[in-house]
């Protein structure tokens, strides 16, 4: 079962919940994974484990040399100025209630924003792509470009959107390995989605991938 922690500080954020440690070797190669992986757009009806939620998060975005503080994506300058966010959905991933989690890499954890399933809502504001809800997850990948713009400036508008697409070729590449299927969307409303999924204002929605196992 899934250890729940308050979140540390008192502050008005959900609760944390600790995800499994990821595993740094695997049964597919890079090469296979790179030679199987597609775009996937039907998922069966069938939940993720935790652990394997924890496993693409940290494939994504997650700490991977913890003194120095670096991540498995480059990132200009080691700004790392995006977030992930995934939605959740009603028993789709084993011990965690349907919601909007943030992954918080430092601690491989995820904080809760928001309770109950919203996936057809973010369907639906992505264009009424309704196969999208099909899948148990979406990873909302988030940019707050200040965070590369005050070093770089106007190139680090440039600078992180190539790091989205490291990050969503992680996510694709990890999914694959884990036996699972993942799906990419970059048509949609962005306020529509920062509002279903109750984010900052100054982080903007650039990428949404539904994750799970293929149909």
Same mark, same amino acid.
């Given at each position: 079962?899934?250890?729940?922690?308050?979140?540390?500080?008192?502050?008005?954020?959900?609760?944390?919940?600790?995800?499994?440690?990821?595993?740094?070797?695997?049964?597919?190669?890079?090469?296979?994974?790179?030679? %199987?992986?597609?775009?996937?757009?039907?998922?069966?009806?069938?939940? &993720?484990?935790l652990t394997q939620?924890?496993?693409? &998060?940290?494939?994504?975005?997650?700490?991977?040399?913890?003194?120095?503080?670096?991540?498995?994506?480059?990132?200009?300058?080691?700004?790392?100025?995006?977030?992930?966010?995934? %939605?959740?959905?009603?028993?789709?991933?084993?011990?965690?209630?349907?919601?909007?989690?943030?992954?918080?890499?430092?601690?491989?954890?995820?904080?809760?924003?928001?309770?109950?399933?919203?996936?057809?809502?973010?369907?639906?504001?992505?264009?009424?792509?309704?196969?999208?809800?099909?899948?148990?997850?979406?990873?909302?990948?988030?940019?707050?470009?200040?965070?590369?713009?005050q070093k770089y400036?106007?190139?680090?508008?440039?600078?992180?959107?190539?790091?989205?697409?490291?990050?969503?070729?992680? &996510?694709?590449?990890?999914?694959?390995?884990?036996?699972?299927? %993942?799906?990419?969307?970059?048509?949609?409303?962005?306020?529509?989605?920062?509002?279903?999924?109750? &984010?900052?204002?100054?982080?903007e929605p650039l990428?949404?991938?539904?994750?799970?196992?293929?149909?």
């Amino acid at each position: 079962m899934v250890g729940i922690l308050l979140n540390p500080g008192g502050s008005a954020a959900g609760p944390v919940v600790n995800l499994p440690a990821p595993s740094l070797k695997g049964r597919v190669s890079v090469e296979e994974a790179l030679q %199987a992986r597609r775009t996937v757009r039907r998922f069966a009806h069938r939940a &993720l484990s935790l652990t394997q939620l924890s496993q693409l &998060l940290w494939a994504a975005d997650g700490v991977t040399d913890p003194r120095r503080g670096y991540r498995s994506a480059p990132s200009a300058g080691a700004l790392y100025p995006l977030d992930l966010y995934v %939605a959740v959905g009603e028993r789709s991933v084993a011990d965690l209630p349907p919601g909007v989690y943030h992954y918080l890499p430092d601690r491989q954890g995820l904080e809760l924003i928001t309770k109950g399933d919203i996936r057809k809502e973010l369907a639906r504001a992505a264009l009424y792509q309704s196969w999208m809800a099909e899948a148990p997850i979406m990873v909302v990948i988030t940019a707050e470009y200040a965070r590369c713009t005050q070093k770089y400036g106007q190139r680090g508008l440039l600078y992180t959107h190539i790091e989205v697409g490291h990050v969503g070729q992680n &996510l694709f590449l990890q999914a694959e390995a884990l036996s699972l299927g %993942a799906g990419i969307v970059g048509a949609f409303e962005n306020q529509a989605v920062s509002q279903i999924m109750g &984010l900052p204002p100054a982080q903007e929605p650039l990428l949404i991938m539904p994750i799970g196992y293929k149909h």
